[in-house]
């Protein structure tokens, strides 16, 4: 059995996504720079509450279960951000020839990704830090 090199090719997608994921903010930033006028003044640097006078500091308390949702939540979107590559990858056909075990190896690393998160939300339900009071 003999191992072919990775053609450049399966790296195309990778390399656009790279170098698009840098020039976007960068552009829409630089973007916001030229075109915002910048003539601050005193209304325009206060405390902006919907419309009204502020009337206290805007700085408040919130409860820490705001925190643990967002937290979970913030888990979950990066394991559906590593889940979207990962298809594309295992949908080549270097992928398929990679097996261990008589089993893709690429498939045994997600599913030991996803039961590791599983375990993190079975962990937080315990804990019931899902339960909004």
Do not use: C
């Not at 006028?37 to 700085?59: C, F, Q, T, W």
């Not at 889940?83 to 949908?91: D, N, S, T």
């Amino acid at each position: 059995m003999t191992s072919e090199p990775l053609a450049v090719e399966y790296y195309v997608p990778l390399i656009m996504f790279l170098i698009m994921g840098a020039i976007v903010p960068i552009a829409a930033l630089a973007a916001v720079k030229i075109i915002s006028p910048l003539k601050p003044n005193r209304r325009k640097l206060s405390m902006y509450e919907g419309g009204l006078v502020p009337i206290r500091d805007a700085r408040i308390q919130f409860n820490v279960q705001y925190y643990l949702f967002a937290i979970v939540f913030v888990i979950f979107d990066v394991e559906v951000l590593f889940l979207y590559p990962w298809v594309y990858i295992y949908a080549s056909e270097v992928m398929q020839r990679v097996m261990v075990f008589g089993m893709n190896i690429a498939v045994f690393e997600m599913l030991m990704f996803v039961a590791v998160l599983l375990l993190g939300l079975l962990y937080a339900i315990k804990k019931e830090a899902l339960r909004w009071v």
